[in-house]
Structures are given as C-alpha cells and as structure tokens.
C-alpha cells in the first residue's frame, strides 16, 4: 500500500515546490519590496499624497475607472431597444378555392426588441411577413397562433394581436345578374346626358360563405362619371368598372366576385329644344289695378335634359309675384328648372310688368266644360241653367275690349267624384293671363253616371 502512495506523495510535493518556487517566493519578495519602499520614503509619499494637485488627479483617475465600469454595464443594458412597425398585412394560408376565412385581421403590429443596429438591419431586409398556416383545419372556429418570419434571430418580437380565432367555410358560389349605379352624375356637364350605358356581361359569379351569399340582394357595376377622360356626346369605354355586392339595406357584403371588374360602353347624348317663355303673374294686384303689359329681356330659352323631358316641354313658366302690386315694376326672375331638365341657357329673366285702371265686362251664355272624369263614368248637367254660365272678366280696357270669348274657359273639376248628383265649383281659365277672370255663377249641379 505504501509502495502505491509513495509516487503520487511525490507528485505532490513536486507540485507544491514549483508553486511555492514561482509564485509564492517571487509575490512574497514583490510585497516586502514594497513595504521596504514605503518605509524607507514614507514621508515623501505622505507628502505627495498630501498635495492638492495629487487628489484631483487620484480623484479624476477613480472617478474614470468608476465611469469606464459603469458605461459598459450600462452599454449592455441600454442597448436593448424596442420599435413597434405598424400595421403590417397578415398573410393566410389555405386553399382559396374550397374555403372562406373570416375573423384573421388583415394587419398586426410588430414590437421587435434587441440592438438598435441589429433593428435596422432587420427593417432593410425583406421578410416573409406575418402569416398564419390553416392548412389541414376543418370548417369551424379555430384558435391559432400568428407567425412571424425574422432572419435577424438576434432579436426578440411580440405580435399584436399574437393569437385569433377564425372561422373556416366551405365556399360556394351563385351566378348573379349586374346592374348598373352611376356615380358623380352632378359632375357630368349639365348640357350631356348618359342615354345608355351596355356592359360587356350581364351576369358574374358570386363565391363565399352560403349565409353571405344569401344576403346578397343586387350585384352593381360603379360607373364613375369622372372616370370619363373626356365629356362629350357621342361613345366612351370605361374599363376596369369595379363591382360591389349589396344586401337590402344597400351595405356592401364581403363576397368574391369573378371577375371583379366590367368594361362599360356610355352612349354620351345631348338633347336641347328651344322653347318659349310664358310670364305666370302670381298673387292678387291692389284695388282697382290690372296688368296692362309684361314683357320680358328674352322670349324663348334653350333646355337641355333627358329626351323625354325635352320632348315633353313646349313652354317654360315662370312665375312673378305681383301681390298687392300698386305700381309699375321689373323683376329679376330666377327660372326654374322642370324635372328632368338640366340645363337652361339662361338662368333668369327680368319681367317688366305695366300697370293699369281696371275695369270688367261680362260674357253671357259660355259653355262649362268637365275635367278628369273618370273614364268608366259620364256626365250631363242637371239643368239648362247648369250648361252654361256668365263669366266677368276683369282688366285693362284695350285688352277687354279686343278679348275673344272662345279664349275664356268656364269649367269643373271632377277629380274623385262618382255616380249621383253633385254641386260643382265653377273654375274659369282665359288664354290671356294679364286678365281675371271669375264665374257669376259659383256652382252648377251635375249627375254622374256610369257608361
């Protein structure tokens, strides 16, 4: 036993002789050296250190130490640094063709954490993104975690939000009918009209999930008026026309329409007429006054509109207040304009209105004539005394005495009535409107009949 503990003693002490020979010994003599050295001139040193000057220098020395210490402990904590990139796009991956996600925001925000340089390095270099893998999931809510793809992996990052709930549908699909809504039709030039509009289809597919598809109540391709390069009649194509899903209440539904935009074809027209201007003197003059003249700046306008407004208008009426009116006046007139009429080719008139004396003169035995009986009905008056009336005609003198009595129209309304006997209004119209005319006699008595 001993023989076998004899050499690894040896071992030992050989190593203790060496630690004890080349480094014990020399640090042994450093340290009485120096004790040697602060004996010998310890008041030499005492009176360096004694110094003003010897503080301030020991004192910078340490208070740089201390300083080069604590930068580089802050260093590494300072440097930790955090920058949020917003609203980046979510990426799904699925089959697009069998199912319909819902509940996957489309952008997240990006918190990454780590060394400023190490940050910008990450923005500079292109990424996948964020996405999330729902391959292999089945129809119905699913809880899933969102990936971010960074080839910095110094760094550190949280997503906001990290994780989502989605809800998977199977996709169908249903062919749909296009219509047509125009928009920014007040930016059109008043004097043009779109007649026409043909679309390169009428129908498209609609694909989604089975309960939005079921909202669907009209599929409309947006014609933008100021789309068109440039307004005038004649043909402009429009491509690219987006097309919107709506549901009853004309909110837009979420869906996938194929294809997703239209080519439209506008016919551009641009109908006008010229027509005259009629005066409409408006309101009762003041006692003892009639209208002897009105005349106007210009006697026919020009309109612009759809083609069956200006078909339809033979005059434009415009209407002047002359209420308790006691003295000649002019009047600036703004004319306004008949449904479906757009543009006018002057916006106002002045109508100068002459007074005069006012005197009457009565037309005996004129003819009452009937108006909107309904067609399944006819009428007879009850009496010789109720077919015909006398009508006082009231006005300037040089009008009434050159007045033609077939230009005043005695008659009743019968808007609304049905068989039997009835006591009528008696209205009366004249072909000259400077004039007033009234019946003498208020009501007549007719009787309503069935054909």
């Given at each position: ?164 709930t989605v809800t998977i549908y199977e996709k169908e699909s249903v062919n ?114 009639s209208i002897k003249e009105m005349t106007t700046d210009i006697t026919t ?151």
């Amino acid at each position: 036993m001993k023989k076998i503990i004899r050499p690894f003693i040896k071992l030992f002490l050989s190593i203790a002789s060496i630690i004890d020979k080349f480094i014990v010994v020399p640090i042994t003599k450093l340290i009485l050296r120096i004790m040697d050295f602060f004996k010998e001139n310890g008041k030499t040193i005492d009176k360096f250190a004694g110094k003003k000057s010897t503080l301030l220098i020991v004192s910078l020395l340490l208070a740089f130490i201390v300083y080069v210490v604590i930068d580089q402990q802050s260093t590494v904590m300072l440097d930790q640094y955090a920058e949020i990139l917003d609203d980046r796009p979510v990426t799904a991956i699925y089959n697009e063709e069998l199912y319909v996600i819902e509940g996957l925001p489309e952008t997240v925000d990006i918190t990454l954490i780590g060394q400023k340089r190490h940050i910008f390095l990450a923005k500079q270099n292109p990424t996948s993104g964020v996405s999330v893998d729902l391959t292999g999931l089945a129809p119905g809510n699913h809880k899933v975690r969102l990936k971010y793809t960074q080839t910095m992996k110094s760094l550190d990052y949280k997503l906001d939000p990290s994780t989502v709930t989605v809800t998977i549908y199977e996709k169908e699909s249903v062919n749909k009918t296009l219509t047509v809504d125009l928009l920014h039709q007040d930016n059109l030039d008043s004097k043009l009209y779109i007649s026409n509009i043909e679309l390169d289809r009428t129908n498209v597919i609609v694909k989604g999930a089975a309960y939005k598809l079921k909202q669907i109540a009209t599929v409309k391709a947006l014609v933008d008026v100021d789309a068109i390069a440039k307004q005038q009649a004649g043909e402009t194509t429009l491509k690219d026309v987006p097309l919107v899903a709506y549901d009853s209440n004309g909110k837009m539904v979420d869906v996938e329409i194929v294809p997703s935009t239209v080519t439209a074809k506008l016919t551009i027209t641009s109908p006008s007429k010229t027509v005259p201007i009629k005066i409409v003197p408006k309101g009762t003059l003041a006692f003892g006054k009639s209208i002897k003249e009105m005349t106007t700046d210009i006697t026919t306008l020009t309109i612009y509109g759809t083609q069956d407004a200006v078909d339809s208008i033979e005059q434009i009426e415009v209407n002047v207040d002359v209420d308790k009116l006691s003295a000649d006046k002019e009047f600036k007139v703004t004319i306004k304009k008949p449904n479906g009429i757009t543009e006018l080719s002057s916006k106002t008139v002045n109508v100068n209105v002459k007074l005069d004396d006012s005197t009457s003169k009565e037309f005996a035995n004129l003819s009452v004539l009937t108006e909107n009986l309904d067609s399944k009905y006819k009428v007879q008056a009850a009496s010789v005394e109720d077919r015909q009336v006398t009508v006082v005609v009231k006005g300037s003198k040089d009008i009434i005495d050159n007045i033609d009595a077939t230009s005043i129209h005695p008659y009743i309304d019968l808007t609304n009535y049905g068989p039997g006997t009835h006591d009528v209004e008696v209205k009366v119209t004249g072909d000259d409107l400077r004039l007033n005319y009234s019946s003498k006699t208020k009501k007549i008595t007719v009787v309503i009949t069935e054909k």
